[in-house]
């Protein structure tokens, strides 16, 4: 049996049965069948639970007058999305709120997710920030064909036309890099920041380790506005007239 953490291994206490069911159907077979759902997974899973409580809790108690802190918190987030949104996209650029906030927010807490003993960061393993590029990649280039129909194509080819076909593989390639650096950027430092922490609690359990929590927040934050960031910058490369 693989190393479970509490949550991890009550979810496979529960689902077991299903989920492995499930991975067979669909010609995947787990190597535990008893625990088919792995730690990165599990994580993920509370990211999202907690993040569908905040957004009930914040729609439940939302209130103009009096508004509470959970509400602070999210006005704070959304104002600060928009805000960058609006400079590097400009006109149009309300349509990616929901779509950037979320993805901040599921970044942001899966980064500190491995602060909290008992669990781990699930952006510490490279599926997760792969999922997140992935994601991000398909969501630029849909609303770029969206726009543009056909003639998002004049971005990949530049305006010389007998330097087309190479400008077309330059592109090309350029933008599936973009997958490899967001993955990279975000897992490397996440599972840097992990292993120094956990690290240095089991050299010096107190004083010490408190600096580098400062740090690791520092660095969840940090990659978290760069991710969110960079994915604003394609979009708004998607968005705009190919010259």
Request: aromatic share 14%; glycine share 8%.
């Given at each position: 049996m693989p190393y479970q953490l509490p949550f991890t291994a009550l979810l496979n206490k529960l689902f077991a049965g299903p989920v492995t069911a499930l991975l067979i159907a669909l010609h995947l077979h787990p190597e535990h069948p008893a625990a088919p759902i792995s730690n990165f997974v599990a994580m993920e899973i509370l990211?999202?639970?907690?993040?569908?409580?905040?957004?009930?809790?914040?729609?439940?108690?939302?209130?103009?007058?009096?508004?509470?802190?959970?509400?602070?918190?999210?006005?704070?987030?959304?104002?600060?999305?928009?805000?960058?949104?609006?400079?590097?996209?400009?006109?149009?650029?309300?349509?990616?709120?929901?779509?950037?906030?979320?993805?901040?927010?599921f970044i942001l807490l899966s980064n500190l997710l491995g602060l909290v003993p008992g669990f781990e960061a699930p952006t510490a393993n490279p599926a997760v920030p792969l999922g997140c590029a992935i994601v991000v990649f398909f969501y630029y280039h849909g609303h770029g064909i969206y726009k543009h129909g056909f003639s998002y194509i004049k971005q990949f080819i530049g305006p010389v036309w007998w330097?087309?076909?190479?400008?077309?593989?330059?592109?090309?390639?350029?933008?599936?890099?973009?997958?490899?650096?967001?993955t990279v950027r975000l897992f490397a430092n996440m599972f840097a920041g992990d292993m120094v922490t956990l690290g240095f609690f089991s050299l010096i359990p107190l004083g010490v380790p408190i600096i580098f929590l400062l740090l690791h927040i520092g660095v969840s934050l940090i990659q978290t506005f760069i991710f969110v960031l960079l994915a604003t910058v394609y979009l708004a490369g998607a968005m705009e007239e190919a010259h």
């Amino acid at each position: 049996m693989p190393y479970q953490l509490p949550f991890t291994a009550l979810l496979n206490k529960l689902f077991a049965g299903p989920v492995t069911a499930l991975l067979i159907a669909l010609h995947l077979h787990p190597e535990h069948p008893a625990a088919p759902i792995s730690n990165f997974v599990a994580m993920e899973i509370l990211v999202f639970l907690v993040l569908a409580l905040f957004f009930i809790l914040v729609r439940a108690s939302l209130s103009v007058e009096n508004p509470g802190p959970l509400q602070h918190v999210a006005e704070f987030f959304d104002g600060f999305i928009k805000n960058q949104s609006h400079e590097l996209i400009g006109h149009g650029y309300e349509t990616f709120t929901s779509f950037l906030v979320p993805l901040g927010l599921f970044i942001l807490l899966s980064n500190l997710l491995g602060l909290v003993p008992g669990f781990e960061a699930p952006t510490a393993n490279p599926a997760v920030p792969l999922g997140c590029a992935i994601v991000v990649f398909f969501y630029y280039h849909g609303h770029g064909i969206y726009k543009h129909g056909f003639s998002y194509i004049k971005q990949f080819i530049g305006p010389v036309w007998w330097l087309a076909p190479l400008m077309f593989v330059i592109e090309v390639c350029s933008h599936f890099a973009r997958v490899m650096s967001l993955t990279v950027r975000l897992f490397a430092n996440m599972f840097a920041g992990d292993m120094v922490t956990l690290g240095f609690f089991s050299l010096i359990p107190l004083g010490v380790p408190i600096i580098f929590l400062l740090l690791h927040i520092g660095v969840s934050l940090i990659q978290t506005f760069i991710f969110v960031l960079l994915a604003t910058v394609y979009l708004a490369g998607a968005m705009e007239e190919a010259h």
